[in-house]
């Protein structure tokens, strides 16, 4: 029996007034394997102040792991360009990403550059840690290599909290070959920078596991009109753990003064 996901826990949504009578709208988009539970705070915050939010479940996402078969980096790029044309009348746009959700926030400011008028970077997966990242990485330019039938294990989500990390939806396997996606995205969003002309808040933890923070913070210099805040507590799912309130009041502070 595939392994499912408490779906009303991992579905998407739509939070605060309708887009045309906001000041603002945000698209949150969430990390790989992720779903949108990690980024309600955001919403709730954001919707708070008057803000129009809306986050999509990315394809392959927040179900169960077989659901990742048939979703790659175009299905995801695809829901997220549907998402943010879904926001028509809206005054102005902000795309906030965590992780994965980063990269395509990047893609999405460098392709529609009238449109995005602000970008939030939470923990940007431009650069995986550790020695097996760097190994998948090589992976994808093996000659013959069938990635169709592999699959990998989590055991556990970057979260410090020990009662939000046991609360949190996790996805148990998920495919090779969606790594191999990632990593691709990583390097169109690379590729993007300097298309991206819009004013951006890059935020990353000192204690991430996932993602290298110092590459993080690099971003944060190479693009325009960008500020940076770095959390000395939490880990990868920046929304959810320790040093949230630090993260929501930085994000909110940023959309506000998208908005005058």
Not at 184 to 211: F, K, Y
Request: glycine residues 8%; hydrophobic residues 45%.
């Amino acid at each position: 029996m595939p392994q499912r996901l408490d779906e009303a826990k991992t579905a998407p949504f739509t939070l605060g007034p309708p887009v045309t009578e906001a000041p603002l709208a945000a698209l949150l988009l969430h990390g790989f394997t992720g779903s949108p539970w990690e980024l309600v705070p955001v919403g709730e915050a954001l919707a708070a102040r008057g803000v129009h939010v809306v986050c999509p479940r990315l394809p392959g996402h927040g179900t169960t792991p077989e659901a990742m078969l048939w979703a790659g980096r175009r299905e995801w790029l695809g829901a997220a360009t549907t998402a943010l044309e879904g926001l028509e009348g809206a005054r102005r746009v902000a795309v906030i990403g965590l992780s994965m959700g980063g990269l395509l926030a990047m893609l999405l400011a460098a392709q529609h550059r009238a449109r995005v008028n602000g970008l939030v970077l939470m923990a940007p997966a431009l650069r995986l840690k550790g020695r097996d990242a760097r190994a998948l990485r090589r992976l994808r330019w093996l000659p013959g290599l069938d990635v169709k039938e592999r699959w990998l294990e989590k055991k556990s989500t970057d979260i410090e909290s020990d009662e939000v990390r046991a609360g949190a939806p996790l996805l148990p396997r998920y495919p090779l070959a969606r790594v191999l996606d990632l990593f691709a995205l990583a390097d169109l969003a690379h590729e993007a920078e300097p298309r991206i002309t819009c004013p951006s808040l890059v935020i990353g933890a000192v204690n991430d596991h996932v993602v290298d923070t110092d590459a993080v913070l690099a971003l944060q210099t190479r693009l325009p009109f960008s500020r940076r805040l770095l959390l000395q507590r939490g880990f990868h799912i920046i929304p959810r753990d320790t040093d949230r309130a630090v993260a929501l009041t930085g994000i909110s502070h940023f959309v506000e003064e998208l908005s005058s």
